[in-house]
């Protein structure tokens, strides 16, 4: 059973920085992606930043150049550093990742953390 473990959320002014954690652990064989998506009420799910196997990064336009992503493969571990935070960026911060849990599985399979709030104060 493959589990994500999120850290690091909290409230915060504006301008201020916070670092989100993510952890994988259990039955891993691969990880293909890793990363993070929020979700502010009322509004969709939305991307904010990925870190690939290859490392790739891909990030939301509105986060580039505040929010870095990184990866320590050898702890299956991604990290969001996340800077100049505004209030817009306040949401439940969701870790994702891609994951073959046995070498014969066909393909990846989405992973979940349980979300960790995140909340910016003008």
């Known amino acids: 059973q493959v589990q994500l473990v999120e850290s690091g959320g909290g409230l915060v002014q504006a301008g201020g920085s916070l670092r989100l954690s993510c952890a994988a652990s259990?039955?891993?064989?691969?990880?293909?992606?890793m990363g993070w998506y929020r979700q502010a009420p009322g509004k969709q799910r939305e991307l904010v930043a990925v870190a690939t196997s290859g490392g790739g990064t891909k990030y939301l336009d509105s986060v580039k150049g505040r929010f870095t992503i990184n990866r320590d493969n050898a702890k299956n571990t991604v990290y969001l550093q996340m800077n100049s935070l505004k209030p817009e960026d306040t949401a439940v911060y969701y870790c994702n990742a891609e994951i073959k849990a046995v070498s014969y599985l066909p393909r990846f399979f989405d992973y979940w953390g349980q979300g960790t709030q995140v909340t910016v104060s003008s």
């Open positions: 259990g039955s891993i064989f691969s990880i293909n992606s």
